[in-house]
């Protein structure tokens, strides 16, 4: 009788154990995923800096991507294209342009172009009233150096909805912030039109390897 109610003293204790054993597993496991999930929001919200490029990307390089015209319709007129995701396209003349070549380099830019000034185009309210549209080839305007004269074209069809009338007083600002201040005009495409103009350029990787930017 007192062997059977020492083990029957024994048997609590030797329950006890397992689960306080399987308590503290169970605390341990949940110790474990709060420091994976801490680990996994810290990789999210610190990049690792080995990963990041050596200069952070441009405003252009954020919010446009980035098309070329190399030598559209004359050899040199080499002509960017930013396209938003809204579907707005910037045009202005690459880095690689022949009139940043010349002596003396811009010295002017005319919206004259023909029987149409493009700087007395006024467009208003949201069905953008007033817009003309365009084909590709359609001058935008000329840009003069002290040794040529060079037309700048739409290099996509669609609604011209802006010139840049700064260029009038500041031609400079083509070279010296080109793909900012310095852009000619906004033109608003066609999805269809965009598809079409889109694969008659180039992306800035390949425009980079035909000019030998890399």
């Known amino acids: 009788m007192s062997d059977i109610m020492v083990d029957q003293t024994h048997k609590p204790e030797e329950t006890a ?7 503290h597993q169970r605390q341990q496991s949940v110790r474990e995923n709060a420091e994976y ?33 190399p030598d559209f319709m004359k050899s040199g007129n080499d002509q960017y294209v930013y396209r938003h995701a809204n579907g707005l396209c910037v045009v202005g003349l690459a880095s690689t342009h022949s009139a940043f070549k010349d002596k003396g380099g811009v010295s002017a830019v005319d919206f004259n172009v023909g029987k149409s ?4 185009m006024k467009v208003t309210g949201k069905r ?3 817009a003309q549209h365009f084909e590709s ?31 009038i007083k500041q031609p400079e600002l083509l070279k010296s912030s080109a793909d900012r201040e310095g852009y000619i005009a906004i ?5 269809a039109d965009w598809l079409k ?13 035909l000019r030998a930017l890399c």
């Open 17 to 23: 154990v397992p689960n306080n054993l399987l308590q």
């Open 37 to 69: 999930e801490d680990e996994e929001l810290h990789k999210l919200l610190v990049p690792d800096i080995t990963l990041l490029p050596l200069t952070p990307p441009s405003a252009v390089e954020s919010n446009f991507a980035s098309y070329f015209a």
């Open 117 to 120: 000034d493009r700087s007395g």
């Open 128 to 130: 953008k009233k007033n």
């Open 137 to 167: 080839n359609t001058a935008l305007c000329k840009v003069c150096t002290n040794d040529d004269l060079y037309i700048v074209r739409c290099c996509v069809k669609g609604s011209l909805l802006e010139v840049n009338e700064r260029l």
């Open 187 to 191: 033109i608003m495409p066609k999805p």
């Open 197 to 209: 103009a889109k694969a008659s350029l180039l992306s800035l990787e390949d425009f980079k390897k």
